[in-house]
Every structure is written in structure tokens, then in C-alpha cells.
């Protein structure tokens, strides 16, 4: 059975509201600040490799590392994970964190080191992407990320300071 003419209408009116209220709301959250909305197309994009971070082995990072004098580690694992061994000189940097690690003087002092590596706790690096991209997007050079974190770290017989599982 075919609906009536006035269901149509109905269905096609409620239609046109929904779309409506979406654009209003959607542009109503993009005019705060610090809310834009990706499908609006001012909100963030994902991290990229050559433009927020880039990519480098364990046993370049540590080459890095050890060759120049002003390069920070920051590591996303939390206090415990890096009491079970760290990267010499590395700095806990948990990502969840970075709203209140990255202040004016942090992001003043990471801006003039040689480089900025950032290692993780697993082989996934998704975390440490984010964290690349947010210096980024505070007007820092792209930071190394160490592929396979930590536990490349180890396995390339690298050395670790602290305590060892």
C-alpha cells in the first residue's frame, strides 16, 4: 500500500529538519574555539609521517641520541612502565598528560633541542604520533618517533638504564 500524499510530506518535512538542526549545530560547535568538527572540514587531520613526525630505527635514534649533546627522549609510557628501564636521560611524558606538560616554558625549551625523540611503549606508535603531531601544532620541527618503542629499543641490545623486567 502506497502512503498518502500528507505522510510523504510528513516524512519529507522531519527530513529536512534533521538536516537542518545537524548544519546548525555543526556550525554552532565550529564558532567555539577549540571545537572544530573534522566533517566541517577545520578540525584536525590524522598525523603524518614527514609533515608532523618522522620515523626512525632504534639503533639511529640511539646514534642521534648519543652524537648530539641537546637531544631530548620523551617517553609516553607512565612512571612505573619506565622504572622497569628507560633510555638514558629520557623524560616521562605520558600522553594523556601533554595538556599540562606542554606549557610555554616546555615548548620553549624542547624548541631549542637538537632533536626531540619520542619512544613508546609498544611496537604500535599511535600514541606517540599524537604527541608528535600536538609539538607540531605548537610550532615545533617534526620530533623523531623510534619504530617498535621500547621493545625494539631492547631487542636492538640498546642500552637501558633502571631496573630490567
Known amino acids: 500500500m502506497l502512503p498518502s500524499l500528507a505522510v510523504e510530506r510528513r516524512l519529507f518535512r522531519e527530513a529536512a529538519i534533521i538536516v537542518a538542526a545537524t548544519l546548525l ?7 567555539i574555539p577549540g ?16 609533515t608532523d613526525f618522522n620515523l626512525i630505527d632504534p639503533i639511529a635514534a640511539e646514534m642521534l641520541r648519543s652524537s648530539l649533546p641537546g637531544v631530548r627522549v620523551l617517553d ?59 609539538l607540531r601544532l605548537r610550532g615545533l620541527a617534526p620530533p623523531h618517533i623510534v619504530l617498535g ?13 633502571g631496573a630490567q623486567p
Request: proline share 5%.
Open 25 to 31: 549545530v555543526g556550525t554552532a560547535a565550529n564558532l
Open 76 to 134: 609516553t609510557r607512565g612512571e612505573a612502565e619506565m622504572a622497569g628501564g628507560h633510555i638514558a636521560g629520557a623524560e616521562s611524558f605520558p600522553y594523556q598528560d601533554a595538556g599540562t606538560l606542554l606549557t610555554a616554558e616546555a615548548i620553549a625549551s624542547l624548541g631549542t633541542a637538537d632533536a626531540v625523540i619520542i619512544v613508546g611503549a609498544s611496537e604500535e606508535s599511535d600514541i606517540e604520533q599524537l604527541l608528535a603531531q600536538e
Open 35 to 50: 571545537r572544530r568538527l573534522p566533517w566541517w572540514g577545520q578540525g584536525r587531520v590524522a598525523p603524518s609521517q614527514g
Open 149 to 161: 618503542g621500547m621493545p625494539a629499543w631492547r631487542a636492538s641490545g640498546l642500552p637501558v638504564e
